[in-house]
């Protein structure tokens, strides 16, 4: 038995059906999905807003990525300075703050581009 077992019939003409069609490849969804999430309401996102959000997708996993050895770096140097009982060199933890300064400003970047993907009348956020 189908889940949908509901059947709506539409008129259109042809340029209201061609406009439809256009709408339905640039979401990349079929006709019914399409229509089904327009009728109730949904946010319908465009193949290229996925396109966008797949790529910040992927920049938070590098960025991931860089945490991470950022944070074996620590704690290797933590563990040097447990064992020897020296601090790491000025120039050691320099390093690692510059890294951390510079992967912060990707993530506010990255995070200013996002909000202004999900609302582009208020870019800030708030």
């Known amino acids: 038995m189908r889940k ?3 059947a709506v019939y539409i008129r259109m003409n ?3 059906y061609d406009q439809l069609l256009s709408k339905v490849a640039e979401s990349g969804v079929s006709i019914q999905s399409y229509m089904v999430s327009a009728a109730l ?3 319908l996102t465009t193949a290229q807003e996925m396109a966008a959000l797949n790529d910040q997708n992927r920049l938070f996993a590098d960025m991931d990525k860089q945490l991470r050895g950022m944070g074996t770096n620590l704690n290797q140097l933590a ?3 447990n064992a020897t009982g020296s601090l790491p060199s000025h120039r050691q933890l320099e390093e690692l703050g510059d890294e951390v300064s ?3 400003k990707e993530i ?3 995070w ?3 909000r202004l993907s999900i609302n582009p009348q208020n870019p800030t956020g708030q």
Request: aromatic fraction near 0%; charged fraction near 35%.
């Open 4 to 6: 949908r077992n509901k």
């Open 14 to 16: 042809d340029a209201e």
């Open 41 to 43: 309401g949904a946010h």
């Open 79 to 81: 563990h040097t300075a």
């Open 102 to 104: 510079e992967l912060r």
């Open 108 to 110: 506010g970047n990255i």
């Open 112 to 114: 200013r581009s996002t």
